[in-house]
Nanobody, 119 residues
Framework: VQLQASGGGLVQAGDSLRLSCAAS????????MGWFRQAPGKEREFVAG????????SYGDSVQGRFIISRDNPKSTVYLQMNSLKPEDTAVYYC?????????????WGRGTQVTVSS
């Protein structure tokens, strides 16, 4: 299983950013996918998840209404559209894959991409 996140960068508060995660080494369309983040000195936090079909999503309380997770099964890619970014969204963002196909249980994590939001 390989998960490669990209799209991070430095933005200002209120801006938008879209992260991508390219997956390989497994049957992507069977797996649930998700995004997590970890800020310095803090525990890893669940951001968003999407079931294998894309028909159901779930979000962490801190990003509900601002972030949107989506997936493109033929491209084996999951996305995270981040809107109305805040300085507290600054973190390394990781994508994850889960064999159970749901939006909350994950077995594999990829290398992260840094998102920095300036005030």
């Amino acid at each position: 299983v390989q998960l490669q996140a990209s799209g991070g960068g430095l933005v200002q508060a209120g801006d938008s950013l879209r992260l991508s995660c390219a997956a390989s080494g497994f049957t992507f369309s069977y797996y649930g996918m998700g995004w997590f983040r970890q800020a310095p000195g803090k525990e890893r936090e669940f951001v968003a998840g999407i079931i294998w079909s894309g028909g159901r999503t779930s979000y962490g309380d801190s990003v509900q209404g601002r972030f949107i997770i989506s997936r493109d099964n033929p491209k084996s890619t999951v996305y995270l559209q981040m809107n109305s970014l805040k300085p507290e969204d600054t973190a390394v963002y990781y994508c994850a894959a889960g064999q159970n196909g749901n939006s909350r249980e994950f077995n594999y994590w990829g290398r992260g991409t840094q998102v920095t939001v300036s005030s």
